[in-house]
């Protein structure tokens, strides 16, 4: 088969959004190296990282508007290139306050980079929406599996600044080859000024559209679940199952490349089948998951549920594509990170509410939460096909 451009494209946005995710998910296994070398509190290092995934967040929307009006591949340029940048600058950082504002920057300027280049990948691949967003959201797990094992090795050996700095010499090359290897993309909106839409009524009508209003609470749901499940999973391994460490980081390592494997899957499934139906279907299986580890005893389960929860938390593969359905090719960049702002930001709060829970009613009602949330969406996407509501 002949090799065409547009796979060049889907392999390098990829290798794009995995530079930009190891930039920022090297910093975690430092954490301790970091607080003790700034002599600052696991708070104070809390509050800089919820900045820098909160900025991460706010720049969806307006990588979107700079997309359309100066093209995607400048975008994911600048998101890459700013990456590289960024991190040797963190790496850098003499006190803490530098760290603070590097870190927040560093969100910022990888948060470009995903809503652009999805919006890019669904309007070269039209007719397999859902197998493109699945390959470029292997970029996540994939950074997921590398970035904590390497950080952790290098910052052992070198110290914390080594560790971090893989984000630079990771990013700097993928944004060479970006560079060289992709074509000039040409703007959707090149003489409309990003000011002009900013306006408030439009976003208002956009967000109110009925299909859009769903699939973001939807997706907001589904985030949220995502992002606690992420922060807590090797906690509540260690808690409540009472695993070591070293087996629970296995463990959630699994889950990563369970992720890797399945969401590409999960797109072309959403691409032949519905996006609705694989939606439901994630549900089913990551609440098969969650009450495998709060409720079975034994590693089997262990083995099943990480297979269960790795797959149906690659819902993204399926709920980002229903987004695209929805909008038209002059609206997807925009529109697709304002979308994409609005359900990050509310899925942010996972982490704060499955640490809140576990602490104040033990982590089965915890989880049990997230369960009877993904249960919900189940039951709403399903009776909105049923009765053809248009939702």
Known sequence: MQWNYRYTLLVLCTFAFFGTMVARLVISPLVPAITDSFTITNTAIGVA????????????????????????????????????????????APVFPVFVVSVIVLGAVAGLHYSVATSLLTRTFDDQMGMAVGIHTIGSPAAGLFAPVAAAWVGTRYGWRAGIAIGAAIAAPIFVLFALRTRRTDPQRPDQPVSDRLEFAPLVDLLSTPPITFTVGIAAICAFVWQG??????????????????????????????????KPVLGSLSDSYGRDSVIVGCMVTTVLGL???????????????????GTGLGWASAVEP????????????AGFGLVRTVYLVVGSLGSFAVGLFADAFGWAVSFGVLVCLLSLVAVAVVINGALELGY
Do not use: C, K
Request: proline share 3%; charged share 10%.
């Open 291 to 309: 009450v495998l580890f709060v409720a079975v005893p034994g590693a089997l389960a262990v083995v099943a549920a990480i297979v269960l929860v």
């Open 229 to 262: 499940t992420a922060s807590f999973l090797p906690t509540f391994l260690v808690e409540y199952r009472g695993q070591s460490a070293t087996l629970a980081g296995v463990v959630f390592s699994s889950y990563f490349v369970v992720q890797a494997v399945t």
């Open 322 to 333: 229903r987004f695209m359905d929805e909008l038209g090719d002059r609206e997807r960049s």
């Open 49 to 92: 990282l919820t900045g820098m995934w909160l900025a991460y967040a706010l720049t969806q929307f307006p990588s979107g508007l700079l997309g359309d009006r100066y093209g995607e591949r400048l975008i994911i340029l600048v998101a890459v290139g700013g990456t590289a940048v960024m991190s040797f600058v963190l790496a850098l």
